[in-house]
């Protein structure tokens, strides 16, 4: 079986005794969380959401990318979100590569320059999580109304630190 | 009490009973998605994930953007996945406004213009997907080898439908 198989074998278990069908567009809890693709985190388990609860924006390094700020201001500004949660993670990939390391590899593999693209990776997991937080409120469509707070999710150890 | 101090209450038990501290980094079934940031979605549960198995990328719509393919590029290239799965979703926000509503929308707010940020809305479903994934396609850091399907998620069934 391919894993999409098996993605729609589960699917078939999780519709089979859904009983969600009604919930409404805008986010429950007004909330929307910006954090990394990474495999090791689920959002909903770490954070106790349920469906309906809770905008979850993910990209590699859970950075604040324009295509992030793209999605919260529709979160805000449409579907009524007042709170952004910025959560990074401990040994993510973001830490271990540098722009030029990526950009020589796929020159390599592809014969195709990838220069100008800024894969947003960081040294420093604490102070990456403030530049993302700085770079939401710094937007001119994201105002000071919105709270936005920054944690470092450990993935040894299922918890969120906040960043100060 | 704040979301975010209901987040952290939520997280205290979940890190109490965690056992997943020793997961690698690279996704164990080798597998991206690329879905939507909607509440009502939760990948975990409609498509029977656990922690490590699947980089998940959200954004408004589960577009295929240029940050949604700086995502997809690390997850390929440097944490080794081989398949991409779009899914967009029923009931969608991205069905509900154009880019002119929303620029004015903003423009109103504060005072700044927007004319140059794409927020990426949509009119037909199915079309989206055939689109994003296209885009996906065409992206010369994307090879062939990488298997690329996509759905889409009906929020009122909790069924996930191919796309042809």
């Known amino acids: 079986m391919t894993v999409v198989q098996e993605f729609l074998k589960a699917n078939e278990n999780y519709a089979a005794s859904f009983h969600k069908g009604d919930l409404p567009m805008p ?3 007004k909330v929307a969380i910006l954090t990394c693709m990474d495999a090791r985190i689920d959002p909903a388990r770490a954070l106790g959401l349920e469906e309906g609860d809770a905008h979850v924006v993910r990209n590699a ?30 040994d993510c990939g973001m830490l271990t590569f540098s722009n030029e390391d990526l950009r020589q ?47 470092i999710y450990d993935v040894h150890s299922g918890k969120l630190l906040p960043v100060s």
Chains 1, 2 share one sequence.
């Open 27 to 29: 986010p429950a809890r």
């Open 61 to 90: 390094g859970g950075r604040a990318s324009d295509d992030a700020i793209r999605s919260l201001i529709i979160s805000e500004q449409l579907l009524g979100t007042g709170t952004v949660v910025v959560i990074h993670h401990t």
């Open 105 to 151: 590899k796929l020159q390599g593999e592809f014969h195709t320059s990838a220069d100008d693209i800024d894969f947003l990776p960081f040294k420093d997991l604490e102070q990456s999580v403030r530049e993302d937080i700085a770079t939401l409120k710094n937007s001119p469509f994201i105002p000071d109304t919105i709270s936005i707070s920054g944690f």
